[in-house]
């Protein structure tokens, strides 16, 4: 009996020894095809995942991966003072946390898109023009308005013309199919980014006016529809010199999305990219696209400055969207749909923060 007894333990510790071979083959054979893909992340454990190659949207640019440029120095100032992020009610909004059973999931990639381009001062521009502009000299001339730092009238608009664009609940490396990243939850789209800006804007003495107004609930016209409430809000209140339309964008594919990121101050926030539209020939009734342009470099480059790595390339092209109906309105896309919204908010809290010295009421 004691040699049968001993016969079995052989034959177990035998095939115990041959699984952990196994598995570490297969380990070293996988760990290569991990590495080689610079696109490709560790998925989160005990989930079954596409291959990992990652495409990008029509209309936008993947850029490359990088850190911070070298000489992208913050500023000696202190971290700026933020106010704790809202707590979210996610009631009739995607849980990441809920119940999927039987749904697929996938993973998020992170990326840092910055040195795509070019630009002084590590501050990249795309020029998707082909013109000649002396993006220099722009940033350093004076801009055509400043806000009134502690004025009763509101200096600053922040709307959205997509006001629905949704961000992930949670920050946890993946993602359900069930995961659909538009909502009128305003705890989780858009409209919480541009809370996030007006409040920290508040705290120096800027006033703003937050329009939360849904011009999405069809694409077509969308434009058209945030334009008239801008035209609106301007005549009601022709003190507003900054218009930011917020946005967020969408990088990669439904299965494999990918989240823009930066980190200041030993916290993750979505890196954030300028759109400056251009119209030389007046085609679109953008005469005034250059005084924008000013305002868009002067506005990315702080930004940096401060918080490097903050933002994506400058986007320079032929459009006008709704910039053309006043000299410091741009467009902003914050993060992505592989962004959480809290991520995003923090994000919009440092613009504010550029943007408050920028306009010279700080």
Known sequence: MKVKGKFLKGI???VSLLLVAVAAVC????????FSDRDTALAAAAFTLTDGKVSVESGTEPGTTASAPANATAPSDPPPTLNPLHK???SGYYDSYGNHSGEDCYYLTERTIQSDGFGPDGCYIKNNTGLDVDFEKLLSERLPFQADSGSDEPQVLIYHTHTSEAYLDEDVGYYYESYYSRTGNNDYNVTAVGEAIASQLRQ???????????????YNGSYDRSAQTVQALMKAHPSVKVVLDIHRDALGTEESKVKTVFEYNGKKGAQIMILSGCDPDNERGFANWQNNLRFALKLQHEAERRFPGMTRPLDFGFF?????????SLLIEVGTDGNTVDEAAYAGQLLAEAL???VGAN
């Open 88 to 90: 979210r009610d996610k």
């Open 12 to 14: 177990k510790t035998g």
């Open 356 to 358: 408050a010295h920028v």
């Open 320 to 328: 006008a969207y709704n910039e053309y109906l006043c000299d410091g």
């Open 27 to 34: 380990v070293i054979r996988r760990l290569p095809q991990v």
């Open 204 to 218: 120096h003495g800027i006033g703003v006016i937050h329009d939360t107004t849904v011009h999405d609930t069809t």
